[in-house]
């Protein structure tokens, strides 16, 4: 049992690159949500799902996409990566009505 | 704008002492405020919870202080230990009915040094 998984651990991209974070999970929880931690601000909701074909904006989702075709994934799109948008990014799960939000180990992403 | 406020942004204490790490809200609809603690390298994980129908909920060394009319609420760490020093965040959600959707909205967060 894997819990949430996300990947990968670890990446560098040049301004204006694409990439995509993946996350996964396999405790079958209805609700995944997407947050970037930065220094001083602590952890800001980019994009959420209650549930497969289901997403919806948090605090912050501009430079960001999000799909979620099946329950297990919700993958991170940056479009064009900017500097702006170094930060470590995390994953999380939760079962529909309850409260307790697990989460990923992290991505920590730079953008130079 | 910032609905949860959080203090101070480090803190550092004696083995042995009293850790206190404080929260605001501004929202009063907010009904669930757990407490997020996170090591170097990993994800945050859930602490202790409280809901705002009780003052005071303690699990071991930890304790939430909740005071609804002055919309605050406060982490004390008893007999703070060297493995205690991490990141520790407040937050709050909306815990019931429709409203929950499993978002946090997480204070700035608060990095505590435990000194042996």
């Known amino acids: 049992n894997a819990g949430v998984t996300q990947t990968p651990k670890f990446q560098v991209l040049k301004t204006g690159q694409s990439m995509t974070l993946q996350c996964a999970q396999d405790?079958?929880?209805?609700?995944m949500s997407w947050y970037r931690q930065d220094p001083g601000m602590g952890l800001r909701l980019i994009h959420y799902?209650?549930?497969?074909?289901?997403?919806d904006q948090g605090e912050v989702p501009n430079g960001y996409n999000v799909s979620r075709s099946t329950t297990e994934d919700f993958p991170l799109r940056l479009l064009s990566a900017a500097p702006s948008q170094t930060s470590v990014y995390f994953c999380?799960?939760?079962?529909?009505?309850?409260?307790?939000?697990?989460f990923g180990a992290g991505t920590r992403l730079s953008v130079l | 704008q910032q609905q949860v406020k959080q203090s101070p942004q480090s803190l550092i204490v004696q083995k042995g002492g009293i850790s206190i790490i404080n929260c605001a809200y501004e929202?009063?609809?907010?009904?669930?405020f757990p407490w997020y603690q996170q090591f170097p390298g990993k994800g945050p994980a859930l602490l202790i919870a409280?809901?705002?129908?009780?003052s005071e909920k303690k699990e071991g060394r930890f304790t939430i202080s909740f005071n609804k009319s002055a919309k605050q609420f406060s982490l004390h760490i008893m007999d703070s230990q060297p493995g205690d020093s991490a990141t520790y965040f407040c937050?709050?959600?909306?815990?019931?009915?429709?409203?929950?959707?499993?978002?946090?909205?997480f204070g700035q967060g608060t990095t505590l040094q435990v000194k042996p």
């Open positions: 999380a799960t939760t079962r529909r009505g309850k409260n307790i939000q697990y």
């Open positions: 405790m079958n929880h209805e609700y």
């Open positions: 799902s209650v549930g497969a074909g289901i997403t």
């Open positions: 929202n009063t609809a907010f009904d669930y």
């Open positions: 409280i809901r705002p129908d009780v």
């Open positions: 937050a709050a959600s909306f815990a019931h009915g429709s409203s929950n959707t499993g978002k946090l909205i």
